[in-house]
């Protein structure tokens, strides 16, 4: 059974930056595609950037295009997603996501129900 824990999250001011990390135990990881999902109060969950196993490939939500980065570290069993130029709007529980389904479609991979592992997910506010 495979084990998730983010960290990194907290407060932080508007246009700042944070950098959230989470661990992925288990010794599959390479096979992995991985996701950053957020949720804000009252809101549904919602796609933020995946890295796929490939390494290569990654997918963003326009609304963080051009200020998160996704990232992965095979030998550390990690997923980073950098956050930049952050905005109140930004606000939300940010969860790790992983999977070992594949698929051709990208969008498939924008998807909750792809995912079958899970973090408890890390707050990130950011102030006005």
């Known amino acids: 059974q495979e084990h998730l824990v983010e960290s990194g999250g907290g407060l932080v001011p508007a246009g700042g930056s944070l950098r959230l990390s989470c661990i992925v135990s288990?010794?599959?990881?390479?096979?992995?595609?991985l996701a950053w999902f957020r949720q804000a109060p009252g809101k549904d969950r919602n796609f933020v950037a995946a890295i796929l196993w490939s390494e290569i490939d990654t997918y963003y939500a326009d609304s963080v295009k051009g200020r998160f980065t996704v990232s992965r570290d095979n030998d550390k069993n990690m997923v980073y997603l950098q956050m930049n130029a952050l905005s109140p709007e930004d606000t939300a529980v940010y969860y790790c996501a992983a999977t070992t389904l594949r698929s051709s479609n990208n969008v498939y991979y924008t998807q909750i129900s792809t995912y079958n592992y899970w973090g408890q997910g890390t707050q990130v506010t950011v102030s006005s």
């Open positions: 288990g010794r599959t990881f390479s096979r992995f595609s």
